[in-house]
């Protein structure tokens, strides 16, 4: 279902953000086969998010952590998970519920996607598992 338009777009793209585009589509039309999705439909949807999370970031109302976890050790992802999971609870505990919303919202993504990383670490497990 490629058009012009698609085609333009991927000429930016790497393989494999070629690659990993064409993944994010195949599991969002298996999820919802009546969506029609396009690359120009994901291209203008990550424009519109990059815009406002640009903007929210300019005038404070977000905060955004970027972590690279290219350099971590199995067992320093699973040290780092077990702190963040430490203070989470500590936080339902000890403060308010707004200070422990908030920092579900920053370490909830944080832990989810160590998991997932913790996960695809394991010999034999596939990432679509």
């Known amino acids: ?35 029609s999705v396009t690359t ?23 905060i955004f952590i970027e972590i690279n976890t290219a350099g971590a050790t199995d067992e320093e992802i699973k040290n780092l998970y077990d702190l963040i999971s430490r203070l989470f609870d500590e936080t339902k505990e000890n403060y308010s519920p707004m200070v422990h919303y908030m920092v579900g919202e920053i370490l909830e993504p944080v832990m989810m996607k160590m998991a997932r990383l913790m996960k695809l670490k394991k010999p034999g497990v596939k990432a679509s598992e």
């Open 1 to 35: 279902m490629s058009t012009e338009k698609d085609s333009i777009l991927r000429v930016r793209l790497t393989q494999r953000q070629s690659d990993e585009l064409d993944a994010i589509i195949g599991e969002i039309q298996a999820e919802m086969p009546e969506a």
């Open 40 to 62: 120009s439909s994901i291209a203008r949807y990550a424009l519109e998010k990059y815009v406002s999370d640009h903007i929210a970031k300019r005038d404070g109302t977000k």
